[in-house]
């Protein structure tokens, strides 16, 4: 299970992400911009990833997390993760 910690840096760094489509990211750059974001903040990528997976499939065990991203519209991607946002 994530903590409240783990839960507070996801907080943290869901409020950071501005649109993937405005910053114009090519689906290869996926992995590395919620790398570089979990550094920022401190949160491991397995604590990112796991409610992001959560919020893209509606399933705690699917595909790569970064494949769904690269594959889904980026405006559905979007919409998915200010759900979790939202939570």
Do not use: C, I, Y
Request: hydrophobic residues 50%; proline residues 5%; without cysteine.
């Amino acid at each position: 299970t994530h903590g409240p910690a783990a839960r507070a840096g996801a907080d943290a760094v869901w409020g950071s992400v501005p649109s993937l489509a405005d910053l114009g990211m090519a689906h290869g750059d996926v992995d590395g911009f919620f790398k570089t974001l979990g550094e920022q903040f401190g949160v491991k990528l397995g604590d990112l990833v796991a409610p992001m997976r959560v919020a893209l499939t509606g399933k705690a065990v699917s595909a790569s997390v970064f494949d769904l991203v690269s594959l889904l519209p980026w405006n559905e991607v979007e919409a998915r993760l200010k759900k979790l946002e939202a939570l």
